[in-house]
């Protein structure tokens, strides 16, 4: 049945249809699943969609398969040490080594007291809640951490962050968004006092100038990529890449500036240098809405076009065309990536780019805008949620009184019950991970064993954790690391709420049932935040009994007014873009219109500092991560769907004038070096990178990146410099090649 459905869709008369949203992107493009028994065979768009308008990119129209991949986990399973009450055996080191289906790997000492063992929910549950509760109760909040999740819904990570503050009463809370935006959301949050989106991303057909930057929009934001050519094409807008690789947007762009990697700041602030020198400063805006002028203005004396072009390498004159076209502009605005954000100085190159909106005034209207293009399909609802280890939902700072005196009343806890202390971030977590820090970790839907940098060293930390759970879809690079696994329904199979990158609050609708026992995450952890308040036996309790998700986001919204006028009703058809903070507001597409929530703008005077590795003879290329318009991540989800088959291998993109030096061909095997660790793959040779940089995708376990990405953070925003390390090329054998076969779910370690 299954195969005739899938090989004529088009003939097949479907059961129903049921309309949601996209489980990969942040552009949250809405979907309509086509299905006949319990089978979707096909997937459409509805043309109406504002978001998306019937468009959809390869993932979300053929990328849904991961949901029925035999190698989802649809039990729980516990470790055979746990069920049988030994104590936990030696050679955690080892773990990763056993393979999905819960055999070890033959020839290993591993023992079999890690094997995995199939149990029922009970059970699973009560050894959650024993351990977890045996360790907070002898070490404290201060060893209990978690990581929230931007693909689950809203619903599940207000509950998620919920369970852990109001029952381990710590803020050892955090997710994805540490190793994304974090950069972008430090200096707006600095500079404005809000991160989110200023602008709704179909406005772009309203923009006259604007600017990519960091963002390779076609491969991994490809509706927003269709409307900013459609902006090009058919409005006539001109636009302005700012990038280091040749990315297919440069082939719609009026002016390429391709930089060195980590050269924003030189690079942005030179523009500001000449917006400023030529007088083409919006004074009304600066005057009215702008503080710091004076001061900042001083610090740009040096940013002249010149010496970014000594250390940017892009041409001086490019860079002055750049300034005068956005500066001129009826309509500019930003858009912005993870070139931006995922560098040591990831905060400092966002807050360039917030100078140039406020010394234009190209933001607060239609059609301009500060537009960080957020990555996961909720990493936006997760970060609104409070999946943040400093925030409550609505970004209500954990160390202010008044703030943790509201989620009290909330959560029904004692006054001062909730913590003050700011809690540790993502990749502060693991660090953590020893005698004395941290001893549990609960993991709902993450992959830190493929998506932190330097994976050496995180193996090494996940070894010394004393308790793992992972709940997730499958047994990736991380749960392979579990005592205890809880399998969790996919996005097809559960309602709830995403938020998308423009703040629009759209339905997620069951269309499945749950593939075996597997149950939607708010479930999971209401049952378990039942067990885990029985044991804890605590004088109140908090509500754990929801009958539905919207009962859930109901209870947020009642504290968080960005969302107090968002029902399920409301948005059966169409999202609404929050702030929404009554029943009849339609909605905000636009922000800051008059003011921005810190009263006036701030400029914030920079300096230029390198990247933490700077190429030599050792290690003489510049290496950059990104992604590939097939693939997801840590590959979880693509490489369990059958876009795998459409880019199947890992590849390291090398430019022909460094491929001849190094005798490097293309499709020959190579090995990648770093400080940190090493990789083999194929070569591709290609003018897409520039001369000493290579590009490798951090999709593929077996090949994977992070082995030689730099740990270095960020000091404000905690963010690694995944964009900047330096590595070293040789030709290897063929033979060195990984079989993906046997290694992609363990990783080459
Ligand atoms: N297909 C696909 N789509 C995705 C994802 C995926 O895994 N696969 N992930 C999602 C997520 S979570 C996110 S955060 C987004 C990320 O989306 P993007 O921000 O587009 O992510 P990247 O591919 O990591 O890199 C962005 C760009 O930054 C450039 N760059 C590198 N260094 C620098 C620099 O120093 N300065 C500048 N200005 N640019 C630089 C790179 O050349 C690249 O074009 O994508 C989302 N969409
Ligand atoms: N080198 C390098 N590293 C990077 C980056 C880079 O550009 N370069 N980018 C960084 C960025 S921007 C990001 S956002 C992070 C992402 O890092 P992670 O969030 O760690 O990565 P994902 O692979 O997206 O992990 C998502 C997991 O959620 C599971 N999942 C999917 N749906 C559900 C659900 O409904 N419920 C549950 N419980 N689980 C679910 C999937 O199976 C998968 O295992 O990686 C970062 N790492
Ligand atoms: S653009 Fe993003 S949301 Fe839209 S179909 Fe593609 S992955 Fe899904
Ligand atoms: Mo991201």
Redesign the pocket.
């Known amino acids: 049945m299954v195969t005739e459905l899938q090989l004529n869709p088009t003939r097949v008369v479907e059961d129903r249809v049921v309309t949601t949203v996209c ?1 990969y992107c942040g552009v949250g493009c809405n979907l309509e699943l086509h299905l006949k028994d319990d089978f979707i065979f096909k997937v459409t768009s509805p043309f109406d969609s504002p978001v998306n308008h019937g468009n959809l990119c390869v993932k979300g129209r053929f990328g849904y398969d991961y949901v029925y991949h035999p190698k989802r986990v649809t039990t729980p399973l516990v470790r055979r040490y746990l069920l049988e009450g030994k104590p936990k055996p030696e050679g955690r080191e080892q773990v990763f080594a056993i393979s999905m289906d819960g055999k070890p790997i033959p020839n290993s000492q591993i023992s079999n007291d890690w094997d995995w063992v199939a149990t029922n929910w009970d059970t699973a549950l009560d050894m959650v809640a024993e351990n977890l509760v045996r360790i907070y109760q002898r070490d404290g909040s201060d060893a209990m951490a978690v990581y929230c ?4 819904t809203n619903e599940d990570n207000y509950l998620l962050q919920k369970m852990w503050r109001a029952l381990f009463r710590t803020n050892n809370v955090d997710h ?1 968004t540490r ?2 935006h974090a950069g972008s959301v430090v200096a707006l949050q600095k500079a404005i006092g809000s991160s989110a989106m200023s602008n709704t991303a179909s406005q772009v057909i309203m923009n006259d100038v604007f600017i990519v930057t960091g963002s390779n929009t076609g491969e991994n934001h490809p509706i927003i990529a269709l409307q900013m050519k459609e902006a090009v094409q058919k409005h006539g807008a001109k636009m302005i890449v700012v990038d280091p690789r040749r990315i297919d947007l440069v082939d719609f762009a009026e002016l390429w500036l391709p930089l060195k990697p980590g050269t924003n700041v030189p690079v942005f602030s030179a523009m500001a240098h000449v917006i400023v020198k030529e007088n083409l400063v919006n004074w009304d805006f600066v005057n009215r809405r702008t503080e710091g002028f004076q001061e900042f203005v001083e610090s740009l004396e040096k940013f002249t076009p010149e010496y970014a072009e000594e250390i940017s390498g892009v041409p001086a004159e490019d860079i002055r065309k750049a300034a005068r076209m956005y500066a001129t502009a009826k309509n500019g605005a930003i858009y912005w990536g ?1 070139g931006i954000s ?1 560098l040591s100085h990831g905060t400092a190159s966002a807050l360039a780019l917030i100078h140039l909106a406020f010394l234009t005034g190209h933001v607060g209207r239609d059609g301009t805008g500060l537009n960080p293009l957020r ?2 399909n909720n ?1 936006q609802g997760a970060s609104d949620m409070g999946a943040m280890p400093f925030h409550y939902p609505g970004y209500m700072r954990v160390d202010n009184e008044d703030n943790a005196r509201k989620w009290e009343a909330a959560w029904n806890i004692e006054p001062g019950g909730l913590s003050r202390k700011l809690g540790l971030t993502t990749t502060e977590i693991l660090g953590h991970a020893h005698e004395g820090g941290i001893r549990a970790l609960y993991i ?5 064993m ?2 932190e ?1 330097n994976l050496n060293e995180t193996r090494k930390h996940m070894t010394h954790l004393e308790f793992l759970v992972s ?4 047994i ?1 690079e991380s749960g392979a690391f579990a005592d205890v696994f809880l399998p ?1 329904a ?2 097809a199979e559960k309602d709830g709420t995403f938020t998308n990158t423009d703040r629009r609050v759209q339905r997620v609708r069951t269309a499945l049932s749950p593939r075996g026992q597997a149950r939607p ?1 708010w479930k999971i952890l209401c049952d378990l935040a039942t067990r885990l308040e029985r044991r804890l036996k605590r004088g109140s309790s908090s509500k754990w009994d929801y009958e539905s998700p919207e009962e859930i986001l109901r209870e947020m919204a009642s504290v968080n007014s960005d969302y107090a006028g968002i029902t399920y009703e409301r948005i059966a058809k169409v999202g609404l873009q929050y702030p929404v903070p009554d029943m009849n507001h339609p909605g905000t597409p636009t922000l800051f219109k008059e003011t921005f929530p810190s009263g006036r703008g701030k400029f914030i005077p920079l300096d230029y500092v390198p990247v933490m590795e700077q190429a030599d003879d050792e290690y003489p290329f510049i290496l950059t ?3 590939l318009l097939e693939h ?3 590959g ?2 693509t490489r369990h769907s059958s876009l795998n088959e459409a880019y199947p291998e890992a590849r390291v993109e090398i430019h022909p004038a460094d491929a001849e030096m190094h005798g490097i061909t293309n499709n020959m095997p190579v090995r990648v070096t770093s400080r940190r660790g090493e990789i083999v793959l194929r070569a591709t040779v290609t003018e897409k990178t520039s001369v000493g940089v290579v590009f490798i995708p ?1 999709h593929f376990a077996e090949a994977a ?2 082995l030689l ?1 730099n740990d270095a953070l960020d000091p404000q925003a905690k963010i690694p410099e ?1 964009k900047a390390c330096a590595v070293q090329v040789f030709p290897a054998r063929e033979d060195e090649l990984p079989n993906p076969e046997v290694e992609v779910r363990r990783g080459r370690y």
Request: charged share 10%.
């Open positions: 489980s999740c931007a693909k689950a994805c190793l994304c993870m995922q990555g996961q990493v709902m839907g993450e992959n830190p493929m998506s940098p709940q997730d879809l499958f990736n969790a996919s996005f995450d991560t990104g992604r997801w991540h840590g979880t989800m951090w990146a992070n990405t995944f």
